[in-house]
């Protein structure tokens, strides 16, 4: 069943991702990189959670070896540890966002968060995955999006995922059981043991959608020429896309980078709504023209 529910939401995440780089491809190329400000060294949740999964999945393979309800207890502990996963929110609120023609920004959910204290200025709480799940929904219905609650409904189970990481659940023979919040509520294991299936698929071909199209950008031509005499660069290796370059007329150029290890740029500035732009250097030395390292470009 995996394989199929994996086709069935690849379909619909290559047709979503097609949408979006088709309408906005400049900001669908920032969302493929998830653009931020400099980082050295290991600060990339996305890539922890690529790591832990794949000692997750080790220890999945001893549990179904065990049997009993182990399988069950490490599968709900991924699938809450994925459905929380604020790189994964913030991707896609960028793709709705390029799909509905707005500018990508850094953090999409910024306007939810929270100030902890006055004396606190900086701390804030994040938004719950609830709320983030809703306000895509939100967004995707925006965007003329028909597909995206459904799909998402067939395995986020809020009260379930609640009722895990708060420790409040038992799992019987055949149910899995929970009190917090209101009455005693239950739910079959087959259930249970279907939106944990089905989130595994959906984010294996969420993955594999990514992926695919940093690879494609391998194929797509280097340098493009910008409406304001601006040449963009695609940075492509063996593995895709990982960044881009911006060069201006006068010399100047922009850069981004993102490597596993850290994200590097120069001459890039975000603006307070989050949207990225560019310090661009002497305007008075710009000219009607395109260039690349000071080079006029054909």
Not at 175 to 198: A, C, M, P, Q, V
Request: proline share 4%; glycine share 6%.
């Amino acid at each position: 069943m995996q394989e199929e529910y994996r086709k069935e939401y690849k379909e619909y995440l290559m047709e979503l991702f097609s949408e979006a780089a088709e309408n906005s491809p400049i900001d669908f190329i920032y969302s493929l990189l998830r653009v931020t400000g400099l980082h050295f060294g290991h600060w990339d949740p996305y890539v922890e959670l690529r790591r832990a999964f794949e000692d997750y999945n080790k220890i999945l393979s001893f549990a179904n070896e065990q049997g009993g309800k182990m399988p069950l207890r490490v599968g709900l502990l991924m699938y809450c540890q994925a459905i929380e996963m604020t790189a994964i929110h913030e991707l896609l609120a960028n793709i709705f966002r390029c799909k509905s023609g707005l500018p990508f920004v850094i953090k999409p959910f910024m306007d939810m968060q929270r100030p902890v204290k006055k004396r606190a200025p900086f701390s804030v709480i994040p938004p719950s995955a609830n709320s983030k799940i809703k306000r895509l929904k939100k967004m995707a219905s925006e965007s003329g999006d028909t597909q995206f609650e459904a799909v998402i409904e067939s395995f986020y189970d809020d009260q379930i995922r609640n009722a895990f990481v708060h420790s409040d659940y038992c799992i019987t023979d055949d149910e899995f059981r929970w009190t917090e919040g209101g009455n005693s509520t239950s739910k079959d294991l087959s259930y249970i043991s279907e939106i944990i299936t089905r989130c595994f698929a959906f984010y294996e071909a969420l993955f594999n959608t990514w992926k695919s199209y940093l690879q494609w950008f391998k194929t797509y031509p280097r340098f493009t020429k910008m409406p304001q005499f601006e040449v963009f660069e695609l940075l492509t290796n063996e593995e895709g896309l990982f960044g881009f370059a911006v060069h201006f007329s006068n010399g100047q150029k922009a850069f981004f980078e993102r490597h596993e290890e850290k994200v590097d740029s120069c001459n890039l500035y975000i603006e307070k709504d989050g949207s990225i732009n560019f310090f661009v250097g002497d305007l008075e030395k710009l000219e009607k023209a395109w260039k690349v390292d000071g080079k006029e470009f054909e």
